[in-house]
């Protein structure tokens, strides 16, 4: 008899939107979405026919979740690493293309671009670096 041993394939988590939750500082911004959410609360009690306990509830939080969506907008992602710049990603992208091809010229092309793109990033890491260094330097002096 043959033993196997299977592991299952790793399910990946769906990233929740991140809102812009330091708009709500803004008193207009607050007005806004309390005139949306009760103008939806609103519409919410006009149709009131569900009788599911769970259709309800998500209609709830739907009159909730939606004028938030709409007033606050999403929270845009920076990269990761201060010092990668646009020029970078565009090679970055642009590498990107070339990965997967199968003949020499493409994978000449890919290696090129990986090469230069190492040391486009290690040149503005040093600079953001020394950037940073100045800056403590500055403040260092000044007393702060």
Not at 16 to 32: C, D, G, P, W, Y
Not at 43 to 67: A, S
Request: glycine share 2%.
């Amino acid at each position: 008899m043959m033993h196997c041993n299977l592991k299952f394939k790793k399910l990946r988590k769906t990233a929740k939107k991140s809102l812009q939750v330091m708009n709500f500082r803004n008193e207009a911004t607050r007005e806004i979405y309390r005139e949306k959410t009760n103008k939806a609360i609103r519409e919410y009690n006009i149709i009131q026919e569900i009788n599911d306990v769970d259709n309800r509830w998500e209609n709830i939080i739907q009159c909730l979740l939606k004028p938030v969506e709409e007033v606050l907008g999403e929270r845009k992602t920076a990269a990761r690493k201060e010092w990668i710049i646009d020029n970078i990603v565009k090679m970055i992208n642009e590498r990107r293309k070339y990965k997967n091809s199968t003949d020499q010229r493409s994978r000449e092309k890919y290696r090129s671009l990986r090469n230069a793109i190492n040391r486009e990033c290690r040149k503005s890491k040093e600079a953001f670096l020394d950037s940073i260094c100045t800056k403590v330097n500055i403040q260092l002096k000044s007393g702060k």
